[in-house]
C-alpha cells in the first residue's frame, strides 16, 4: 500500500492524509495549514501523529499511513494502512460512546475518558488498507 511521501497532504475531496510507516527515522513536518488550522505530523515505522493547532488528533503504534481522514460532528472515518497491528489513538470527546467499524463490520462500543482518548486496536496488512468509522452514539 502507498504512504504519504510529504507525510502531510490535503485531498481533491477536503480530506487529509498523512503518515510513513516506511521511515526508519523520525521525520515531522509543522505549521501545514488545512482549513485554517495548523497541523503537525511526526511519523515513522514505530509512530505517527497527528495535531491540529496544537492539540492532539490522532497517534498510533507502530506507525501507518492514513488516507482521507474527515471529521465531522458525530464521525470520523479514514482509510488505515500499516505493517502490522495498531494501536489507535483519536481526540474525541470525552466520557462519550462510540461505535467503531472496521471495513463497514462493527468492532463494538466504547466510551471516551476524561481526556476524550479513544483507544482501540486493528489488525493491519501492509499490503491492504482498511476503513475505520468512529460514530458518537
Known sequence: MAVIQ??????????LSF????LDI???????????DL???????????LERNGMFVYESVPGTAVFNMAQ???????NVSGY????ITLELEAEKEYEIYKNDAFLG?????????L?????LKEDKSDFIKVVKL
Open 26 to 36: 523520525k521525520s515531522k513536518l509543522s505549521d501545514f495549514e488545512h482549513d485554517g
Open 109 to 117: 462500543k466504547m466510551k471516551t475518558n476524561l481526556g476524550g482518548k
Open 119 to 123: 483507544v482501540f486496536s486493528v489488525e
Open 72 to 78: 465531522r460532528e458525530n464521525e470520523v472515518c479514514f
Open 19 to 22: 503518515g510513513n510507516y516506511q
Open 39 to 49: 497541523y503537525k505530523v511526526k511519523t515513522y515505522n514505530k509512530i505517527t501523529k
Open 84 to 87: 502490522d497491528t495498531a494501536q
Open 6 to 15: 510529504e507525510l502531510i497532504r490535503k485531498e481533491n475531496d477536503g480530506t
